[in-house]
Each structure stands twice: as C-alpha cells, then as structure tokens.
C-alpha cells in the first residue's frame, strides 16, 4: 500500500537525551513536512524539505534538526537544546504541481519527555 | 498577523443544521488552498480542496474569493459524526516551493 509511516506511535524519553522521529514515505513526493501539535492546539511547521539534501526551517526550528538523504525518508531528531519536547508530531508529504499538492499525513508520534 | 487564520470556535450546532467557517491568507502569492478534517488525538486528513471556481461534494461546498483572500467551507445537514476540527490549509507554491501553512483550526460540535 502507498502510504506515510511514522514510528513509534508513542515513544518516552529522559530529559536531556535526543531522539529521533522516524517517517517514510512510498507516494514518490518530493515534498516533506514535520508538524508539532499541543493539546488544543493548531499544527505548528518545524521543517520542511521540497527535495532531497535539501531544506529549510519552519516557524519553530529551535531545538530540532533534520535530515533528507533519501527521497523515501525524513527523520526528525529533537534535540535536548528544545525546551518543551512533550507533543504530538505529524509527518506528511506532498507532490509537484503535476502530481497535486494536497499533504498526505503519517499517524503521528506522541513524544512524552519525562 | 497570522499566515493563516480561522476562528477556533468552538461551534456547537443540532443536528441537521447548516455551518459556515472562513478562513483568511496574508500572502497574496499563496498557490492553492486545502480543507482537512482532523478527529482527536488522530492525523489531519484532506476533506477536499478548493478552487477559485468552487466546488462541491455531496453536504460540503468550499469556496475561494482571492480578492479578499479568503476560503470558505460550508457543511449542509451536520451530522453527529461531522464533529472534529476542520483545519484550513494554504500552500505557497510557485516560486516559493510548496510550503503548506495550517490554521488553528476550527471546532465543530454536532449534538443532537
């Protein structure tokens, strides 16, 4: 099945350790995004990428790094530098102006630094 | 001012009733325009896109004025299950790459 996957779907950290966000994605999109989510709140645009070894910084870069080595994968590490971890992280893809530009999402990781 | 702004809401409406949400854009070279449904504690998924034409599918009707620069989406005869926050989503494409920017959200409470 073509598709987004994001893993783990739930993942629990110290406080002070990186971790990394894992998202692949089969759809053939050039286009990536990773998104924050807090309780009650909109998504948030952390980075995103348009093509591979590339990309730029969202609204709220601080205290994360990214990386686009493959077409298929975009992982997220948080770094220990972002201040308050704890949220819901979406990935999603998107394609040219040829293939249509709607973003497809993954089901999201839920980070609890504890 | 916000990129992308909608009124959180929430709406809470019977049963069988019609509601509309707007949703406003500040750049003016924004490409295309999307509505995504996103139920609790799940991921955003694309209820439908929105051409400057407009379009339509069965209850949902969205809408794009440029001039304006705003969208909207209008849901006829709610339904206990159209409760979730509707998410309006801009991308800047062309020049600027695809860059999609999302609202807040807006809430919707469909009660009997």
């Known amino acids: 099945d073509g598709g987004i996957t994001q893993s783990p779907k739930y993942l629990f950290r110290k406080e002070g350790q990186n971790v990394t966000l894992s998202c692949e994605q089969n759809?053939?999109?050039?286009?990536m995004y990773w998104y924050r989510q807090d309780p009650g709140q909109g998504l948030r645009l952390i980075y995103y990428?348009?093509?591979?070894?590339?990309?730029q910084k969202g609204d709220i870069a601080e205290g994360y790094s990214v990386s686009r080595e493959k077409k298929e994968s975009f992982p997220l590490t948080v770094t220990s530098a972002q201040k308050n971890p704890t949220a819901f992280y979406l990935c999603?893809?998107?394609?040219?102006?040829?293939?249509?530009?709607?973003?497809?999402f993954g089901q999201g990781t839920r980070l609890t630094v504890v | 001012r916000k990129e992308v702004e909608q009124d959180p809401g929430p709406f809470n409406v019977p049963e069988g009733a019609t509601v509309a949400f707007n949703c406003t854009y500040s750049?003016?070279?924004?490409?295309?325009f999307f509505w995504y449904r996103q139920d609790c504690r799940k991921e955003p998924k694309l209820l439908m896109s929105?051409?400057?034409s407009g379009n339509e599918d069965g209850r949902f009707t969205a809408q794009l004025n440029r001039a304006s620069q705003y969208i909207s989406l209008l849901i006829r005869d709610s339904k206990l299950s159209d409760s979730a926050t509707y998410l309006c989503?801009?991308?800047?494409?062309?020049?600027?790459?695809?860059?999609?920017?999302f609202g807040t959200g807006t809430q919707l409470k469909v009660e009997l």
């Open positions: 999603a893809s998107s394609g040219t102006w040829l293939l249509g530009t709607e973003a497809f």
């Open positions: 759809l053939n999109h050039d286009a």
């Open positions: 990428s348009q093509i591979v070894n590339d990309f």
């Open positions: 750049n003016s070279a924004s490409q295309s």
């Open positions: 929105v051409y400057s």
């Open positions: 989503v801009v991308n800047i494409g062309g020049g600027g790459g695809n860059k999609l920017t």
